[in-house]
């Protein structure tokens, strides 16, 4: 029998892999960071450096296969080869959230990947709803459970506020946050679910001891419509006409990363990113990394592990493109890239 948590993660499979739930005119404004064309590079393509070190570990590329799933069969199928690839190609991994398993023993094996994964990066997952009414131990024992290096305390106030049933009260989000960061045995990434992270509240994270974000921005899945649909399933007319209102509600990805790239934070830009030249975008922003959930989704339930290896071979060869037509033979010096803010990110821009 198909339990609430698991119908749900089932829906949220199905609609992230073949459903309407992009945002609508809402972008991640990557595309209005115009990287300066280097037309004398003085470079071997074959000598660029795509590695980086995040959470303390190397990955060959600036690529976290972002999280997506968990506590279902399906979700274990999906979740193994993901990070089975994540292993071979060098990225890190994520997990979703492991409410389920921490409601649901049974579930657990969904999220327990390091048989196909032993030295990949590989991220937990809780939300800080949860976590705040969790003890510290239970939640280091979810981390454990997986052996995870790093966890993800996800935030989505306007994803729960569309969803049936979803949380309502968000009081003590930073106390939580600030009591793992201080008692926990891992790093803490706060991270958001498709609506960005902005500069106040990344102040107010990393006066919490944050080190790490995942901006999750706006322009690629937008959770409130996913929720959105379910909502319509469901009969609640009223959850889905405020979905239908918030469909693009968010900060879009690049305004994200550039607000919080002052901070002093280690950046992972999720939200949108589609292709190799969106990662070197956000790095050029001031992100470590990039996460990329719902193509990577696509591609394993289409085509498994040959769907990821077209996807990636063709992200990985734009990135180095990228790289070389501005003369960045490092991560580092992409980083350091001449660019010019164009359109409407340098209206999000100026009002900081």
């Keep these: 029998m198909t339990t609430p948590i698991g119908k ?6 199905a609609l992230a892999a073949t459903g309407d739930v992009g945002f609508r005119t809402r972008t991640t404004l990557l595309e209005c960071v115009q990287l300066v064309h280097d037309a004398l590079p003085d470079l071997d393509a074959s000598s660029l450096d795509t590695s ?3 959470l303390g570990k190397t990955l060959r590329a600036p690529i976290v296969i972002a999280s997506m799933t968990g506590g279902t069969e399906e979700a274990a199928r999906i979740n193994a080869e993901l990070a089975a690839f994540a292993e071979e190609r060098g990225y890190g991994f994520g997990l979703g959230s492991q409410r389920a398993m921490h409601v649901r023993k049974e579930t657990a094996p969904s999220y327990e990947v390091r048989k196909v994964a032993p030295t990949a990066l590989v991220l937990g997952n809780l939300g800080v709803v949860q976590a705040r009414e969790m003890k510290t131990a239970e ?18 106030p306007a994803m729960e506020l569309v969803q049936p049933g979803g949380d309502r009260d968000f009081r003590g989000g930073l106390d939580t946050i600030g009591r793992l960061v201080k008692d926990l045995s891992v790093p ?15 102040e107010r ?6 080190r790490h974000v995942d901006v999750s921005g ?5 959770w409130v419509a996913v929720e959105t649909h379910r909502a319509k399933e469901a009969g609640d007319e009223a959850a889905a006409q405020i979905g239908e209102t918030f469909w693009d509600w968010g900060i879009p990805t690049a305004a994200s990363v550039a607000w919080l790239a002052p901070l002093d934070l280690e950046i992972i830009a999720t939200g949108g990113i589609a292709n190799g030249l969106d990662i070197a975008r956000a790095i050029a922003l001031g992100a470590r990394a990039a996460g990329m959930a719902r193509p990577a989704l696509k591609a394993v339930v289409a085509d498994g592990k040959k769907g990821l290896a077209n996807l990636f071979d063709r992200v990985e060869a734009e990135l180095r493109t ?3 037509l501005t003369g960045s ?4 010096e992409l980083k350091k890239a001449r660019r010019v803010i164009v359109g409407d990110l340098s209206i999000w821009l100026e009002s900081t």
């Design 188 to 202: 803490i990434v706060v991270k958001e679910t498709g609506c960005g992270i902005s500069r106040a509240v990344g």
């Design 218 to 222: 706006a322009g690629g899945t937008s």
């Design 205 to 210: 994270i990393a006066g919490a001891g944050v």
């Design 8 to 13: 749900r993660k089932q829906d949220h499979i």
């Design 52 to 54: 980086t070190i995040l």
């Design 322 to 324: 990228a790289m070389l």
């Design 139 to 156: 939640v280091e024992a979810l981390v454990k459970s997986v052996d995870a290096d790093a966890l993800c305390i996800h935030l989505n």
């Design 329 to 332: 033979r490092t991560l580092k």
